[in-house]
Structure formats: structure tokens, C-alpha cells
């Protein structure tokens, strides 16, 4: 797909800092690694990859604003363009030596999401999407959810809370329902790949809580464009804001969604 300048922009800078990550990845023994609390971990590797993608990003569109994850939110002189960037998501496994991450970036305009990168580096795996003109992987393949129909044909993907995380108890009761009614459910510990695997019909459908924007803000625009119906669990919930989050295809969305809010306590 031929994207707008501001795609190409991230696109160049999510594979500029994938290869930094990348390079780090193959000595992941070596990392200096500090804790920010039980489970959640911050690497140099995290650090650097963050710091390639700001100095690429306002460096080429300064007066924009940004929401990094290890950075914080710096306001732009624009107020309406933000960019919102995931250095390393899945920086457990990351640091576990499992080649599950990736580097994320949103183009936020005037509260609503128009550009989505996430880029699987160490498969070498680019999706991207911009509104109205769907979602993609590399440079030609075109991005489908699935047209399944039966939900015990159906595997979806969660993250499951850990280290006794506010919303433990509301997963399990959604596993309990679920996974009985469908194929299976992955646990694989990248919010922004779920999404994308979902875009490329991977997976049938995702939810998660408690999500940050950095999450998330790429992977549903990813999503929408390729198809997937994407609403937050509860109704007046902000998709991006609130991390609370229901994507899946048409045919099985409405019975995937009644499980999940079905007692859900989000």
C-alpha cells in the first residue's frame, strides 16, 4: 500500500528502533535490567528503542505531541496530532529470550486514532494500517479478520493479570465462561500483536482490561481496518483511554462479547 508521509515516517522509525531491539534480543543475557514492580520490567534495550523512536518522530514532525511509555507525555504546539509509542511491548518476553514483542506507534488526530503501526521485528512482520484505507502486512498483503462462524471453532487471545493485578479475578471468570464455547485461548503477552493477529485472522477475536493507550492505540486501528468490530467491555468506556477492550469478527462478535460481559466487573 502506498501510505501518507506520516506512515512512512513510522514505518521507517519502528524498523530503525526493531533493529536496535533486535540487536539487543540476540545478547538478552547481557541486558541490564530494572524492575518498575512485580512483573514489569524496563531494559536498556527498552530505553534505547524509545529514544530512536522520539528523535525520529519529533524529529521529523516537532510540533506534534507524545505519549511515550517509558517517556511520559510531552504537549506539542499542534494540540490536535499526538504521537503514542510502545517501545517494547512484551518486554517479559523480550527478556525471557521469546521472540514475542514488538514495537508499536499510533498517530493520534484531534482524539481519534488515523495511523497504526506495530512491527514484529524479530519476525520480521510489519502491520500497519491508516483509516479508510485498510490494514496491511509488509508491503502488499492485504489484512482480513476470519470468517468463522462457529464459536467452537474459535480461538481467542488474552492477557491474563499477574502478581495479584486488579483484574485477576474478572479474567478468570471470563476464561471459565469461554473456554469451553470455543477452540482455545493464546496468552501470549503482547497486547499490540494480539490485535494485529486478529487483523490477520489469527486469532478470532481478543479482550483484555486494564490496558494503557501505548497498548493498545495502534493494534485497534489495525484491527478496525481489517475488519474486526472493536468496542470497549462496557458501555461509555474510551477504547483508547480506559484499556478496556472487545475486538473480534462480525459473524462471532455479539456471542464472544455476551461471555465476556456477562458478570464482568470492569
Same mark, same amino acid.
Given at each position: 500500500m502506498q501510505g501518507s508521509a506520516n506512515l512512512n515516517i513510522m514505518i #521507517? &522509525? &519502528?524498523? #530503525?528502533?526493531?533493529?536496535?531491539? $533486535? #540487536?539487543?534480543?540476540?545478547? $538478552?543475557?547481557?541486558?541490564q535490567v530494572g524492575s518498575k514492580g512485580p512483573g514489569d520490567f524496563v531494559s536498556k534495550a527498552d530505553m534505547a528503542a524509545e529514544e530512536i523512536l522520539r528523535e525520529e518522530l519529533i524529529g521529523a514532525r516537532p510540533n506534534y505531541g507524545w505519549l511515550g511509555e517509558e517517556t511520559g507525555e510531552t504537549p506539542g504546539t499542534d494540540p490536535t496530532r499526538r504521537w503514542i509509542v510502545d517501545p517494547l511491548d512484551g518486554t517479559t518476553n523480550f527478556l525471557h529470550g521469546m521472540p514475542h514483542w514488538a514495537v508499536s506507534i499510533a498517530l493520534e488526530h484531534k482524539g481519534e486514532i488515523v495511523a497504526g503501526v506495530v512491527f514484529d521485528a524479530a519476525k520480521d512482520e510489519m502491520f500497519y494500517a491508516e483509516k479508510g484505507a485498510g490494514a496491511w502486512l509488509n508491503d502488499s498483503q492485504r489484512l482480513r479478520v476470519s470468517g468463522r462462524h462457529r464459536m467452537?471453532?474459535?480461538?481467542? &487471545?488474552t492477557g491474563v493479570p499477574f502478581g495479584g493485578r486488579k483484574y485477576l479475578p474478572a479474567t478468570l471468570q471470563d476464561l471459565a465462561r469461554l473456554m469451553p464455547a470455543c477452540a482455545g485461548v493464546r496468552r501470549w503477552g503482547s497486547a499490540a500483536l494480539d490485535l494485529a493477529y486478529v487483523a490477520a485472522g489469527r486469532y478470532d477475536g481478543y479482550w483484555e482490561r486494564g490496558l494503557h493507550a501505548w497498548d493498545v492505540a495502534a493494534g485497534l486501528l489495525i484491527a478496525k481496518e481489517a475488519g474486526a468490530i472493536v468496542q470497549p467491555i462496557r458501555d461509555g468506556q474510551n477504547l483508547v483511554e480506559d484499556g478496556q477492550v472487545l475486538a473480534a469478527a462480525e459473524p462471532i462478535f455479539d456471542q464472544f462479547a455476551k461471555i465476556i460481559r456477562d458478570r464482568s466487573e470492569s
Open positions: #521507517k &522509525a &519502528a524498523r #530503525k528502533a526493531g533493529r536496535s531491539l $533486535v #540487536k539487543d534480543f540476540r545478547e $538478552v543475557e547481557n541486558l467452537i471453532d474459535c480461538v481467542f &487471545a
